[in-house]
């Protein structure tokens, strides 16, 4: 008694602020029984009617989704009145359907709020934090009202199903998918980031919502069960889409997490750049028309790998001379062609012979190569053709044509020539997202001065396979 007699004596504005935080409290409690014994058309029109005072204490709100108030709080006087006022907005947005349509600003609002969800998606993330802060200028409560009209399309879409499916669909911790414009996205707490489409997304839609790493051995733990699955989407963007299939195949979790956008999103955005596609712009239209599926536009998408070299090994027969006329003699002559691709839009072509084996050439095949047969251009792929040309040799008399003496002179000095070469391949992938395989369809002479164009004719070759060259950079 002693110490609450020196406070009040010594704090009386303490003292005074429980006085009235007290009083606040027994206003509110007395208001909340009285809005609950009310009708609800009262309450609603509680909520329309304007303020008068600032002693009068707000009841519990109610929109018109039927949701009510959190149990009330002790507050101070300015943010009461904050909440007031935000209160008397909401129930002036969604109490009725037809204000909220009658409202142009409200309804441009949400149309912004709708394309900066889409660019979200998508994943142009600049343009839809833009759109998000011009949505919120115009109307602070914008996602409240896109998410009332969220639910009320779906609602109207799907008026044949039964209230208890919606709960169920609506509050229940089961996976769930949703097609959207033909492509699988899981909706789980675990899920929610990760897309798949086609048989993959049906097989995931089947997983259940609580995934975690089993082992083999059940009186045995999992070290990676401790750690976050943050940290493990950081471990997988590090690695090459070779290993992250390969974990992927482990167990259902480690396919889920490997589904992850983060990951995706990145091999895109350093594979497809130009000359892999006509301009940077259209990466965008290219996921866009995979449905923001960053793993199937990876995949389906056809790009040339520059981690390895394409090489065709091709052979002919040639007659041989026999000193004898009861003994016919041939021989079997085999040739290797190499392409390999740069970032840059450089190319590197070589004709070699057998004597020059691919163990021997691919360790040497740089810009700087100097050897017969070699020729440097630009290539260009235009859907799934790949398109070289400026193919000019490499070579002249004041260099020797030796393959040991590559590394002497300029990478891209190359003496002019009267003629060129030029061409055309068919990309294909076997099996599917490799895109492993080159099948020649043109290969041309050009006279430079005169611009005449002379096929070849492809009598002996074969189609270019992929072989990945553990040195070569890849997609940077």
């Not at 992250?244 to 594979?271: H, N, P, T």
């Not at 020649?440 to 009598?459: A, D, M, Q, R, T």
Request: aromatic share 10%; charged share 20%; glycine share 4%.
């Amino acid at each position: 008694m002693a110490a609450q007699a020196h406070v009040e004596t010594e704090f009386p504005e303490l003292v005074r602020f429980r006085e009235e935080w007290k009083e606040e409290v027994r206003q509110r409690r007395a208001a909340r029984q009285q809005t609950e014994s009310e009708p609800p058309d009262s309450q609603i029109h509680r909520h329309a009617s304007p303020l008068v005072g600032t002693s009068q204490l707000p009841p519990a709100s109610t929109t018109a989704c039927g949701s009510s108030d959190l149990p009330v709080q002790p507050l101070s006087q300015v943010d009461w009145h904050n909440q007031v006022a935000a209160s008397v907005s909401r129930a002036s947005l969604y109490t009725s359907n037809s204000e909220s349509h009658n409202s142009p600003t409200l309804t441009r609002a949400v149309g912004i709020y709708r394309s900066a969800v889409q660019h979200e998606q998508e994943g142009r993330l600049d343009e839809a934090l833009k759109l998000y802060s011009q949505a919120f200028r115009l109307e602070h409560n914008v996602d409240r009202a896109y998410f009332w009209e969220e639910q009320r399309s779906q609602q109207l879409a799907i008026p044949s199903s039964p209230a208890g499916d919606l709960v169920n669909a609506t509050f229940t911790g089961k996976s769930k998918a949703n097609a959207v414009q033909g492509t699988t996205i899981i909706k789980a707490e675990t899920k929610d980031k990760y897309c798949a489409s086609g048989a993959l997304g049906k097989l995931i839609a089947n997983f259940p919502a609580e995934l975690a790493f089993t082992p083999e051995d059940e009186r045995e733990g999992v070290a990676l069960n401790v750690i976050p699955d943050e940290l493990l989407l950081n471990v997988l963007c590090s690695l090459d889409t070779t290993a992250i299939e390969r974990f992927a195949a482990v167990c259902r979790k480690a396919r889920v997490l490997s589904l992850d956008s983060s990951i995706w999103r990145d091999f895109v955005y350093m594979a497809y750049k130009p000359p892999q596609i006509p301009d940077a712009d259209s990466v965008n239209a290219i996921v866009k028309r995979f449905n923001a599926d960053y793993r199937q536009t990876y995949i389906a998408q056809p790009r040339l790998r520059l981690d390895g070299v394409y090489i065709a090994v091709c052979h002919y027969v040639r007659r041989g001379v026999s000193d004898y006329a009861w003994a016919n003699s041939t021989h079997l002559i085999t040739y290797h062609r190499y392409l390999r691709f740069f970032a840059d839009g450089t190319v590197l072509s070589l004709l070699a012979n057998e004597e020059h084996t691919p163990q021997n050439v691919i360790p040497v095949l740089k810009p700087s190569l100097r050897m017969k047969g070699f020729t440097v251009g630009n290539w260009q792929l235009d859907g799934s053709i790949v398109r070289i040309s400026d193919l000019v040799r490499a070579v002249s008399n004041a260099f020797p044509c030796d393959l040991l003496t590559y590394a002497l002179h300029s990478p891209h000095h190359y003496p002019s020539s009267r003629y060129n070469f030029q061409m055309s391949l068919a990309l294909q992938s076997k099996p599917l997202g490799r895109w492993n395989r080159l099948e020649i369809l043109s290969y041309e002479s050009v006279n430079v001065e005169k611009g005449e164009v002379v096929p070849f004719v492809l009598k002996h070759e074969r189609p270019f396979w992929f072989s990945r060259v553990k040195s070569y950079p890849g997609y940077h």
